[in-house]
């Protein structure tokens, strides 16, 4: 009994150990999200300049890195990001979950930009609210085409996707989750 007491106490230790950031860790992991979505914007302006227009125009906008794997019949795929509300500047650093059902095969990465144009869907991506949407996606290299049937039905926002590589084709029910990262966004 004592072993497993000794074991679970270890184990407590440990895991509270690894599951905080230094003060210079949550600065360097900042740094490489703001910079991700500094690149990644730039590309997408340099192929079309009205998007930097859309951004300066919208409450907020967010940018995604995220991963995806297909398999037969379930993806899953998960990224972090950055959030930034237009009038304050404040930045909320966010982790997405995603889970996929349905047809296709892959591995693929890519930035997401979401710019955000009313407070109803502001309020609901600070909120960390899950989205189910049915969609399909092509990607190969740094090409890809994706739909949704949430792409009319929600008004408020646009996305924009800059593949970074990779190549998959899937038709499927994906649920998609945001949560705030309480550990990198500093308190207004």
């Given at each position: 009994?004592?072993?497993?007491?000794?074991?679970?106490?270890?184990?407590?230790f440990?895991?509270?150990?690894?599951?905080?950031?230094?003060?210079?860790?949550?600065?360097?992991?900042r740094?490489?999200?703001?910079?991700?979505?500094?690149?990644?914007?730039?590309?997408?302006?340099?192929?079309?300049?009205?998007?930097?227009?859309?951004?300066?125009?919208?409450?907020?906008?967010?940018?995604?890195?995220?991963?995806?794997?297909?398999?037969?019949?379930?993806?899953?795929?998960?990224?972090?990001?950055?959030?930034?509300?237009?009038?304050?500047?404040?930045?909320?650093?966010?982790?997405?979950?995603?889970?996929?059902?349905?047809?296709?095969?892959?591995?693929?990465?890519?930035?997401?930009?979401?710019?955000?144009?009313?407070?109803?869907?502001?309020?609901?991506?600070?909120?960390?609210?899950?989205?189910?949407q049915?969609?399909?996606?092509?990607?190969?290299?740094?090409?890809?085409?994706?739909?949704?049937?949430s792409?009319?039905?929600?008004?408020?926002?646009?996305?924009?996707?800059?593949?970074?590589?990779?190549?998959?084709?899937?038709?499927?029910?994906?649920?998609?989750?945001?949560?705030?990262?309480?550990?990198?966004?500093?308190?207004?």
């Amino acid at each position: 009994m004592r072993n497993i007491f000794l074991t679970l106490l270890i184990l407590l230790f440990g895991i509270s150990g690894c599951s905080t950031m230094t003060a210079t860790e949550k600065e360097q992991k900042r740094s490489e999200l703001d910079q991700m979505a500094s690149t990644a914007i730039a590309a997408l302006t340099d192929k079309d300049p009205e998007i930097q227009v859309k951004i300066n125009n919208s409450l907020a906008y967010a940018v995604a890195n995220m991963k995806l794997t297909k398999v037969p019949i379930v993806g899953v795929g998960g990224g972090e990001g950055v959030f930034i509300d237009n009038s304050t500047q404040h930045r909320t650093y966010f982790t997405v979950s995603r889970f996929d059902v349905g047809g296709g095969w892959g591995a693929r990465s890519f930035k997401l930009l979401f710019i955000v144009e009313s407070q109803e869907v502001f309020d609901r991506v600070i909120d960390g609210t899950w989205n189910f949407q049915a969609g399909a996606e092509a990607s190969a290299g740094t090409a890809s085409a994706e739909g949704s049937s949430s792409d009319l039905a929600n008004k408020g926002f646009t996305t924009y996707v800059l593949s970074d590589g990779g190549a998959s084709a899937t038709v499927t029910v994906r649920v998609i989750r945001t949560s705030v990262n309480r550990e990198l966004t500093e308190q207004p």
